[in-house]
C-alpha cells in the first residue's frame, strides 16, 4: 500500500519568521565588572569601551604610548568606577582593590591617570583610586 503525501508537513524550526529579540541594553556598572580578570586586571577591548561609553578607537587611539593594553584598561576602568558610579561604590570597591593591587605590581606612567580622565571626562586623582 503506498501513501500520499497531501502536502501537508511538520513545521520545522526554520519555519517559522521571528523578528529578533532586542537585548536589554545591559547596565555598565554591570558589564563593567563582568569584564573584570581573576587577576584583577581588564582588558582593552570593544566590550570595555563601550561599558565606559566610547569607542575602541577612541580607547585606542588615546593611550599613552608607554602602558601596555591592560594597564590602560585598567585605569579606564578605574576612573569610570570613580567619576560616574561612586554613589554605587559599596558594590565595586573589593573589584577596585583587587585591581589596584595589580596595578601597583606594574609600571604605572604618571601621564597613564591624566589621559584617562582626559579621555573620560573625569578629574580623578590617582590617590582617591589608591594609586
Excluded: Y
Excluded at 569601551?49 to 585606542?60: D, H, I, N, R, Y
Amino acid at each position: 500500500m503506498k501513501l500520499q503525501s497531501c502536502g501537508l508537513r511538520a513545521k520545522s524550526c526554520n519555519d517559522e519568521v521571528t523578528e529578533p529579540k532586542q537585548q536589554p541594553p545591559r547596565d555598565p556598572l554591570l558589564q563593567l565588572v563582568s569584564l573584570q580578570k581573576a587577576s584583577g586586571c581588564w582588558l582593552l577591548d570593544p566590550a570595555l569601551a563601550a561599558a565606559v561609553g566610547k569607542t575602541s578607537e577612541e580607547v585606542e587611539n588615546t593611550k599613552p604610548p608607554a602602558v601596555n593594553q591592560e594597564v590602560w584598561a585598567t585605569i579606564l576602568a578605574l576612573i569610570w568606577l570613580h567619576g560616574f558610579k561612586i554613589d554605587a561604590k559599596l558594590e565595586w570597591e573589593l573589584l577596585a582593590m583587587k585591581a589596584v593591587s595589580w596595578l601597583r605590581a606594574q609600571n604605572v606612567p604618571s601621564e597613564c591617570v591624566e589621559a584617562g580622565n582626559t579621555l573620560l571626562g573625569c578629574n580623578v586623582q590617582k590617590d582617591a583610586m589608591g594609586l
